[in-house]
């Protein structure tokens, strides 16, 4: 749950050296064209037509480009109507108001188009490959499309659409896309077994109907979501001022590829924690969902004027990674690509939005459609709460070490008995629902000696007094958590990181210095490792029975819900979706076991086994494009799975984040020390700058009765809408009626007969 906020700056500077980098590289005009680099940037329904499926062939001769549309297929529901066309194009009209969406724009539109050469020719094209010809010295990338690979296209009919068959004749190879339309929404599948690779081209990136839903930027109310921090949107821009695209890496690098360029903290949060995109306009969205081989895949959305005249956002599918091969011992080497391919199915689902409001259409309706999802095809469920009685989340944390002459020392912040103490004092003072969490109590300290966490530290009072806190926490109502890191693994305590840890793309182990903390700089670095993914597995399931004997109601996951990676261990490696795999088993037996399961930041894939998400990023987005933060996963989880924001003492900006926060609708949070936690100065936690409990008391309960009275009775209620009523003041509508209007600015906010304060909230609607 802690987080090393010098770790999350590093990561934010690299971001933006990249993003700049981008913007100077990504493109360049020649000879009046565009000519782009390396681009790296519900339940089920039946089709209304039923009956025996066939196949409709199209010429096997290499087509050379595309001609004006002509249906093959035709399918529908009683909201969609899919037409495939002979060279793979699609269209989909949405009944409810005959909005037509389009794979690619069609003759009319391109009339006035400008652009000339390949980015002409991928504005007719179905997809878009990035490819290597092994023939080629280096790893240059070869881009192409429908015309440039000499495709043939073969269609055959299913019952809800078709097999999309791409043979590219001059590469000799092929891949197939399946369009199904489904009651509501249209699904594109692209198996993994499908694809054949020429004898000399090797995939590298693929796109699916780049161009679905593009639009100019001269069409009202234009804007792209994407999914960076807790959602974005970049507004259509009708000047195509915008130097580059953004490009957003679902769950964020990998720390098992190894690169020449630094890209900060190899375990820094991702920004991208949802695989969700969308494009909006006029009175109508399209909204995507990867369902399937996300772990692999990027977001890209590209503004009009930079390629194109048109605005586009879509999935870019990753099957090689691209890393530095080291070929001597003093750096030198080259970049090459994976020699195997990511065998992995791909699945994209589309709504179609429409309504003349604009909470319809933005993101609020994109997260609504995407709550749909989570519970029709993940399982989540409404939670189930107390009325009226907020919960609070109150973590403590124990110690962690320092050097010394001696090697190193514990620095003991709070006890057990201690936190014992703090528990009965903050129910005195009227708060009886806590959910607390215990950082810092593993044997020597915080996460100091992982994989080997148990007994817990004796400095801290050893098990017994383990034991009296978590009946005393239990005993008011409450509920314990042992906060822990089953992906982390450091130097020493028999730990053999050789042999079981996680090694890069060369083979390497993967490491991080952490460097002697204060000024014992002679002191030999602690180097951090991760655990392959197999044996974090192993590891939990060593300790769940004594977790168990503790009587704790279940475990803080650390790392989880944060970072995902690949193991090129030789003898069993894994790809990133087998580490998601592996770590969402860890969730279920921890539930399973124990009851409950807390993550922090909240990667997509916990969402459906986690209780509750601590830190989730609320803050605005500081991408340099996609820079107008909007709360899309807040309103789509929301009623479903609790969550809380960064802890209420260690804010940076202490009143907009606690107003930010009841905005989206968090519980309060707080990370507490019994002693100040200025000893922690020489340690690795030293950025826990002030959370002495004896300091925050009052606080505490005065912010707790504030949320509380707000959001007390609104837990289990979903989020209908978000809007801003003015410059400085924003409005959240819950199912129930109520709503909660928080104001940033610096005078009182009137409606009708409600007032709030300047930097305040308040609750209005029924029973407000």
Same mark, same amino acid.
Request: aromatic residues 12%; charged residues 25%.
């Given at each position: 749950?802690?987080?090393?906020?010098?770790?999350?700056?590093?990561?934010?500077?690299?971001?933006?050296?990249?993003?700049?980098?981008?913007?100077?590289?990504?493109?360049?005009?020649?000879?009046?064209?565009?000519?782009?680099?390396?681009?790296?940037?519900?339940?089920?329904?039946? %089709?209304?037509?039923?009956?025996?499926?066939?196949?409709?062939?199209?010429?096997?001769?290499?087509?050379?480009?595309?001609?004006?549309?002509?249906?093959?297929?035709?399918?529908?529901?009683?909201?969609?109507?899919?037409?495939?066309?002979?060279?793979?194009?699609?269209?989909?009209?949405?009944?409810?108001?005959?909005?037509?969406?389009?794979?690619?724009?069609?003759?009319?539109?391109?009339?006035?188009?400008?652009?000339?050469?390949?980015?002409?020719?991928?504005?007719?094209?179905?997809?878009?490959?990035?490819?290597?010809?092994?023939?080629?010295?280096?790893?240059?990338?070869?881009?192409?499309?429908?015309?440039?690979?000499?495709?043939?296209?073969?269609?055959?009919?299913?019952?809800?659409?078709?097999?999309?068959?791409?043979?590219?004749?001059?590469?000799?190879?092929?891949?197939?896309?399946?369009?199904?339309?489904?009651?509501?929404?249209?699904?594109?599948?692209?198996?993994?077994?499908?694809?054949?690779?020429?004898?000399?081209?090797?995939?590298?990136?693929?796109?699916?109907?780049?161009?679905?839903?593009?639009?100019?930027?001269?069409?009202?109310?234009?804007?792209?979501?994407?999914?960076?921090?807790?959602?974005?949107?970049?507004?259509?821009?009708?000047?195509?001022?915008?130097?580059?695209?953004? %490009?957003?890496?679902?769950?964020?690098?990998?720390?098992?590829?190894?690169?020449?360029?630094?890209?900060?903290?190899?375990?820094?949060?991702?920004?991208?924690?949802?695989?969700?995109?969308?494009?909006?306009?006029?009175?109508?969205?399209?909204?995507?969902?990867?369902?399937?081989?996300?772990?692999?895949?990027?977001?890209?959305?590209?503004?009009?004027?930079?390629?194109?005249?048109?605005?586009?956002?879509?999935?870019?599918?990753?099957?090689?990674?691209?890393?530095?091969?080291? %070929?001597?011992?003093?750096?030198?080497?080259?970049?090459?690509?994976?020699?195997?391919?990511?065998?992995?199915?791909?699945?994209?689902?589309?709504?179609?939005?429409?309504?003349?409001?604009?909470?319809?259409?933005?993101?609020?309706?994109?997260?609504?459609?995407?709550?749909?999802?989570?519970?029709?095809?993940?399982?989540?469920?409404?939670?189930?709460?107390?009325?009226?009685?907020?919960?609070?989340?109150?973590?403590?944390?124990?110690?962690?070490?320092?050097?010394?002459?001696?090697?190193?020392?514990?620095?003991?912040?709070?006890?057990?008995?201690?936190?014992?103490?703090?528990?009965?004092?903050?129910?005195?003072?009227?708060?009886?629902?806590?959910?607390?969490?215990?950082?810092?109590?593993?044997?020597?300290?915080?996460?100091?000696?992982?994989?080997?966490?148990?007994?817990?530290?004796?400095?801290?009072?050893?098990?017994?007094?383990?034991?009296?806190?978590?009946? %005393?926490?239990?005993?008011?109502?409450?509920?314990?958590?042992?906060?822990?890191?089953?992906?982390?693994?450091?130097?020493?305590?028999?730990?053999?990181?050789?042999?079981?840890?996680?090694?890069?793309?060369?083979?390497?182990?993967?490491?991080?210095?952490?460097?002697?903390?204060?000024?014992?700089?002679?002191?030999?670095?602690?180097?951090?490792?991760?655990?392959?993914?197999?044996?974090?597995?192993?590891?939990?399931?060593?300790?769940?029975?004594?977790?168990?004997?503790?009587?704790?109601?279940?475990?803080?996951?650390?790392?989880?819900?944060?970072?995902?990676?690949?193991?090129?261990?030789?003898?069993?490696?894994?790809?990133?979706?087998?580490?998601?795999?592996?770590?969402?088993?860890?969730?279920?037996?921890?539930?399973?076991?124990?009851?409950?399961?807390?993550?922090?930041?909240?990667?997509?894939?916990?969402?459906?086994?986690?209780?509750?998400?601590?830190?989730?990023?609320?803050?605005?987005?500081?991408?340099?494009?996609?820079?107008?933060?909007?709360?899309?996963?807040?309103?789509?989880?929301?009623?479903?799975?609790?969550?809380?924001?960064?802890?209420?003492?260690?804010?940076?900006?202490?009143?907009?984040?606690?107003?930010?926060?009841?905005?989206?609708?968090?519980?309060?949070?707080?990370?507490?020390?019994?002693?100040?936690?200025?000893?922690?100065?020489?340690?690795?936690?030293?950025?826990?700058?002030?959370?002495?409990?004896?300091?925050?008391?009052?606080?505490?309960?005065?912010?707790?009765?504030?949320?509380?009275?707000?959001?007390?009775?609104?837990?289990?209620?979903?989020?209908?809408?978000?809007?801003?009523?003015?410059?400085?003041?924003?409005?959240?509508?819950?199912?129930?009626?109520?709503?909660?209007?928080?104001?940033?600015?610096?005078?009182?906010?009137?409606?009708?007969?409600?007032?709030?304060?300047?930097?305040?909230?308040?609750?209005?609607?029924?029973?407000?």
């Amino acid at each position: 749950m802690v987080k090393a906020k010098w770790l999350r700056l590093i990561a934010l500077s690299a971001a933006l050296i990249t993003v700049g980098a981008l913007g100077v590289a990504g493109f360049r005009y020649v000879k009046g064209e565009l000519e782009s680099s390396p681009i790296t940037a519900g339940k089920d329904g039946q %089709t209304a037509a039923a009956g025996t499926a066939k196949t409709v062939q199209t010429s096997k001769a290499p087509a050379v480009k595309t001609g004006p549309f002509t249906a093959e297929v035709v399918k529908e529901t009683s909201r969609l109507k899919l037409e495939i066309g002979k060279d793979g194009r699609i269209t989909i009209m949405d009944k409810r108001n005959n909005h037509v969406w389009r794979s690619n724009p069609d003759e009319q539109s391109l009339a006035t188009e400008t652009v000339k050469g390949v980015w002409r020719k991928n504005l007719d094209s179905a997809f878009y490959l990035e490819y290597v010809d092994t023939r080629q010295a280096g790893s240059k990338l070869k881009y192409g499309n429908f015309t440039d690979l000499k495709t043939a296209v073969s269609v055959k009919e299913t019952e809800e659409g078709a097999e999309i068959t791409f043979d590219l004749k001059s590469i000799e190879s092929s891949f197939v896309f399946i369009v199904s339309l489904k009651d509501g929404f249209l699904q594109v599948d692209i198996p993994s077994e499908r694809i054949k690779e020429g004898p000399n081209a090797r995939f590298v990136y693929l796109w699916a109907f780049p161009f679905l839903g593009a639009a100019r930027s001269d069409m009202p109310n234009g804007h792209m979501f994407v999914p960076s921090g807790m959602g974005a949107t970049i507004n259509f821009d009708p000047n195509g001022k915008y130097p580059f695209r953004y %490009t957003g890496e679902i769950y964020g690098m990998d720390l098992a590829v190894s690169t020449q360029s630094f890209r900060g903290s190899p375990d820094a949060p991702s920004d991208v924690l949802l695989p969700v995109f969308g494009i909006s306009y006029g009175q109508n969205a399209l909204f995507g969902i990867i369902t399937e081989g996300e772990t692999n895949a990027n977001i890209n959305a590209t503004p009009g004027g930079l390629y194109t005249s048109y605005n586009w956002i879509a999935p870019q599918f990753q099957y090689r990674n691209e890393y530095y091969r080291q %070929t001597s011992s003093f750096g030198e080497g080259f970049n090459v690509y994976d020699e195997k391919r990511l065998e992995q199915d791909r699945q994209v689902r589309y709504y179609f939005l429409q309504g003349d409001k604009p909470e319809q259409i933005n993101y609020v309706g994109m997260a609504q459609a995407y709550r749909s999802y989570l519970m029709e095809s993940k399982g989540l469920k409404r939670l189930e709460t107390k009325p009226d009685r907020l919960p609070l989340e109150i973590a403590f944390f124990g110690g962690d070490r320092e050097p010394s002459m001696f090697g190193s020392k514990l620095v003991t912040t709070t006890t057990f008995d201690q936190a014992a103490k703090i528990v009965e004092e903050l129910k005195a003072s009227g708060i009886t629902d806590m959910d607390v969490v215990f950082e810092g109590w593993s044997n020597g300290g915080y996460m100091r000696y992982l994989p080997d966490r148990l007994p817990p530290e004796e400095a801290l009072g050893g098990e017994n007094a383990l034991k009296r806190l978590i009946e %005393t926490v239990k005993g008011n109502g409450s509920r314990f958590y042992l906060d822990d890191n089953f992906v982390i693994a450091y130097s020493g305590k028999g730990f053999v990181a050789r042999e079981e840890a996680v090694r890069d793309s060369n083979s390497r182990v993967v490491e991080d210095e952490m460097g002697p903390s204060g000024g014992f700089s002679f002191r030999k670095a602690t180097q951090k490792y991760w655990l392959q993914p197999d044996l974090s597995l192993k590891e939990l399931e060593k300790s769940l029975p004594t977790y168990k004997e503790f009587g704790v109601d279940g475990i803080h996951h650390n790392s989880i819900g944060e970072v995902l990676f690949s193991d090129h261990t030789p003898k069993d490696p894994h790809t990133r979706g087998d580490t998601s795999a592996l770590f969402e088993e860890i969730l279920n037996k921890t539930k399973s076991e124990l009851g409950k399961v807390r993550v922090s930041h909240g990667n997509s894939f916990v969402l459906d086994k986690a209780d509750h998400i601590s830190d989730l990023p609320l803050s605005p987005s500081y991408d340099l494009l996609a820079n107008k933060s909007v709360p899309f996963y807040p309103i789509a989880i929301h009623g479903l799975v609790s969550y809380s924001a960064k802890p209420g003492n260690l804010r940076d900006e202490f009143n907009n984040e606690l107003l930010r926060s009841v905005e989206y609708g968090a519980l309060p949070s707080y990370l507490l020390t019994f002693e100040d936690p200025g000893i922690l100065k020489d340690t690795f936690t030293r950025y826990i700058f002030s959370s002495q409990y004896s300091e925050w008391t009052e606080t505490i309960v005065k912010e707790y009765n504030r949320i509380s009275s707000v959001l007390g009775g609104l837990q289990d209620q979903m989020i209908v809408n978000h809007r801003s009523l003015s410059k400085d003041v924003f409005e959240t509508t819950y199912e129930n009626g109520q709503r909660v209007i928080v104001n940033y600015g610096d005078t009182p906010y009137r409606e009708g007969g409600v007032e709030v304060k300047p930097n305040d909230f308040a609750l209005t609607g029924k029973g407000g």
